[in-house]
């Protein structure tokens, strides 16, 4: 047993040093290990080589996988192939291993007879399917755990909107990883008060910094206190909207939602980047909403703004894929983030409540997604359905819908004011 946990320890050992992504290393490695089941013999790492050349796979973590099968016990999983493919066939065979293994003599067992190949291909198929799947996912999920461990030892995030709602959730999500943190929010939100708590329940450092994003050079402020910490993960968390008319809106209320929404996050992501490709392994996640998938009319900029964190955070993750930064966006549906928002989503009723999760379990996926290098967070069933729903429905119809729903709640609230005035 304890010769067992040894090799286990010391595959695990050569994966984690492999430089690819988890997801990468997982395919390639269950790959190995489904090929390790079948009875092409000398001919599987062939197999996996060629068919991780074409869908991008780790090479390396295939013929691991498969050398892992065969040196454990390859006569115990052959045995086993073997007796549940001839039942699942309706064969009546006898099977076994010559008494000279010879790469002749083996090749011939299973050739000599069709009924002995299938067998072993279909009882393979059977138990190879399985093992795989559990292989991708313990892999998946040792590899990553051991990143967390590497990138978060003495290293920083930095998380923007962290006094309350999912930020203030996102930065106890990441105190539990072991990240010392940056925080940032506006003026007089307790972010002090939080910081505390996150310092002395997860006994991490913790900084902060209130600012006015709105500011021009408060991202560049930021910026350069953030720049002298090691930052391994950038959570571009900070965001405003609203609802009302577009030729109701303030001009300042439109810029703001444009310097919070678009340009900080964009120029924050800039500023920072050379921070985060110093460090061996980062992560930038962005905040969008499920309002990036389609305009809605009484809301104008909100969405749109949302759009472009979408399209931004898409094109960055192209840009940087080979390198040690992962771009990942998450697209939150409906969430009672603040006492206005609350009221807002009870007033939408039923349809503004599809979708709805909770900013603690939010932040969960949020954290554990971007860690397994998930770069399109759509979390939970409805909001999944919601999203299909949207690619499929016409845009003047999709339009016309969610701008009616918004439509209601102004006049709902103008009927409210206008009672209370009498």
């Not at 796979?57 to 295939?62: E, I, Q, S």
């Not at 959570?235 to 919070?260: K, L």
Request: hydrophobic letters at 45%; proline letters at 3%.
């Amino acid at each position: 047993m304890n010769k067992l946990l040894l090799k286990v320890k010391g595959l695990i050992n050569k994966l984690s040093e492999i430089k690819d992504s988890p997801s990468n290393i997982g395919y390639g490695y269950a790959l190995g290990i489904f090929l390790a089941t079948t009875p092409f013999i000398g001919f599987k790492v062939l197999i996996a080589l060629i068919i991780t050349h074409y869908l991008k796979w780790n090479k390396l973590a295939a013929v691991i996988g498969v050398y892992h099968v065969n040196s454990l016990n390859a006569a115990f999983f052959y045995s086993l192939s073997f007796f549940i493919g001839k039942k699942m066939m309706g064969y009546d065979l006898y099977f076994s291993f010559p008494h000279e293994i010879t790469f002749k003599a083996v090749v011939s067992c299973f050739t000599d007879s069709k009924e002995v190949f299938l067998s072993l291909l279909m009882g393979g198929i059977a138990i190879g399917v399985p093992m795989s799947v559990i292989a991708f996912k313990l892999i998946l999920s040792l590899i990553n755990e051991r990143k967390f461990i590497e990138i978060s030892n003495g290293n920083y995030a930095l998380v923007t909107g962290a006094s309350r709602g999912l930020g203030r959730e996102i930065s106890e999500e990441l105190a539990k990883r072991n990240f010392n943190l940056l925080l940032v929010s506006l003026d007089n939100e307790n972010l002090d008060a939080v910081a505390y708590y996150l310092n002395r329940k997860y006994l991490i450092d913790v900084k902060f910094m209130e600012a006015d994003l709105t500011k021009n050079d408060t991202v560049f402020q930021i910026a350069n206190w953030a720049n002298n910490y090691q930052v391994s993960v950038l959570i571009n968390n900070a965001g405003i909207g609203g609802t009302r008319a577009f030729e109701e809106a303030s001009p300042e209320y439109i810029d703001n939602i444009i310097q919070i929404n678009i340009r900080a996050t964009s120029m924050l992501t800039r500023l920072l980047l050379p921070n985060l490709k110093a460090q061996s392994a980062s992560f930038i996640l962005n905040v969008a909403s499920m309002a990036s998938f389609s305009p809605i009319a009484y809301k104008t900029v909100y969405p749109a703004s949302k759009a472009f964190i979408w399209n931004f955070s898409r094109s960055l993750y192209q840009e940087l894929k080979k390198t040690n930064v992962f771009v990942s966006v998450i697209h939150p549906g409906p969430m009672k983030t603040n006492p206005d928002v609350t009221a807002r989503i009870e007033e939408q009723g039923v349809f503004g409540k599809m979708g709805l999760i909770s900013t603690t379990r939010m932040a969960e996926i949020a954290i554990k997604q971007l860690f397994r290098r998930d770069n399109l967070v759509i979390p939970g069933i409805l909001n999944k359905l919601n999203w299909f729903l949207m690619q499929l429905v016409p845009i003047w119809i999709r339009l016309c819908l969610v701008s009616n729903v918004v439509k209601r709640e102004i006049n709902s609230k103008k009927v409210a004011m206008s009672s209370n005035t009498i």
